[in-house]
């Protein structure tokens, strides 16, 4: 659904518009793209899920969860390229900039939020713009992924262009190539050297409660009475039985040790200092991860063995939320200036309400934080 409305279609000038995305669902990640429809498909029947689809039309996002880009970036298919903000742009002077994954578009996932322009300007009047989504039905661990199903969740909404709509005087808005953006209003610099690492993991947890013998031949489970996880019975072969849990954890530069909402708070932040936060993910899945109270910088990710990736273009901003993808190490940066009591989780909604949501302390233990919770 788009603000409640299941498939909606909305009428638009052959203008340009500014859409404020946020992704509020549970758990699933969205890659959108924007096609013109050209046509029906294989069914003969125009307006259904199989039309024959066929520019892509990009989204120029100039903003993210907390401010403005340090430049436009003209996001499309496979692609994601800073603009100069000279007028130029693909096409006219600007070489597309090949993006992580070919498969990616406008990623964003759950709390995630893109400030972004598209421009209908010189559609024909009934022209149909068509928003898909590529992200998995299933968890996301990043591209290549099975793509949402094209007939159900690959369809987000579409656009029809209505002329009789348009401004008398036309269209008075800057076209996205031309935008040179205040990235740094009362010119507050960014973050320096951090004054300290915090070591953090995500991981997955087994079933603490039950364990279980599995038949290798019939597949029958059935329950080991006299032991509890993690002391399953080696003799009998049994293991943990139940769904895994996504946690958070410490440690995460040695594997990642459990972290649990009611252990001893173990992120404490000095007042006024700036920490760097390292996101160990040893789980299957990629984490929308958000920190309270702050707004941060993303440093980097590192294939855990292998090679440091820079931000994504439209992480240049300021974020409040990032992707931290399985087998890599995602790096945020952030000044933590007002005491309290905050947490940081993940934004998946059900993993955050099963215990992958943890609080942190800025500050003076017993001073800014109840003693009770160290």
């Not at 893109?114 to 022209?127: H, K, Y």
Request: include cysteine; aromatic fraction near 8%.
């Amino acid at each position: 659904v788009v603000n409640g409305k299941t498939w909606p279609q909305l009428e638009v000038a052959s203008e340009r518009y500014r859409f404020r995305v946020l992704n509020a669902a549970d758990s699933r990640f969205l890659n959108m793209a924007l096609f013109v429809v050209d046509g029906p498909g294989t069914d003969g029947i125009m307006g259904t899920a199989d039309d024959a689809l066929g520019a892509e039309i990009p989204f120029y996002q100039i903003g993210s969860e907390q401010g403005l880009l340090p430049k436009v970036v003209r996001i499309e298919t496979g692609f994601a390229t800073p603009l100069p903000g000279d007028g130029s742009d693909v096409g006219s002077g600007v070489t597309p900039v090949p993006g992580r994954f070919a498969e990616q578009a406008l990623l964003v996932g759950p709390a995630e939020r893109a400030d972004v322009i598209v421009d209908f300007t010189g559609l024909p009047d009934g022209t149909i713009v068509r928003m898909t989504n590529t992200g998995p039905d299933a968890p996301f661990g990043g591209f290549p992924d099975i793509p949402a199903n094209p007939e159900t969740t690959g369809q987000v909404m579409q656009f029809v262009v209505d002329t009789d709509l348009n401004d008398d005087d036309g269209d008075r808005s800057s076209h996205p190539a031309n935008l040179q953006l205040d990235t740094n209003p009362g010119g507050v610099a960014k973050l320096g050297v951090p004054d300290a690492v915090q070591d953090l993991a995500l991981l997955e947890e087994e079933s603490a409660l039950l364990c279980v013998t599995i038949d290798a031949v019939t597949g029958v489970i059935d329950l080991d009475p006299n032991s509890v996880p993690p002391n399953c019975d080696p003799l009998l072969g049994s293991v943990p039985f139940g769904p895994k849990a996504a946690v958070l954890g410490v440690n995460g530069s040695r594997g990642g040790t459990v972290q649990l909402w009611d252990d001893p708070i173990a992120q404490n932040p000095a007042l006024g200092t700036v920490e760097t936060w390292e996101l160990w993910n040893w789980s299957a899945d990629a984490h929308p991860i958000h920190l309270h109270l702050v707004k941060f910088e993303v440093v980097n990710r590192e294939v855990i063995g292998g090679e440091v990736l820079d931000p994504e273009p439209w992480e240049a901003g300021w974020k409040d939320t990032v992707i931290a993808y399985p087998g890599e190490v995602t790096r945020v940066k952030a000044l933590f200036d007002i005491p309290g009591l905050y947490v940081w989780h993940c934004h998946i909604l059900s993993h955050e309400d099963n215990e992958m949501m943890v609080p942190y302390c800025v500050g003076e233990p017993e001073v800014d934080c109840p003693a009770e919770l160290f």
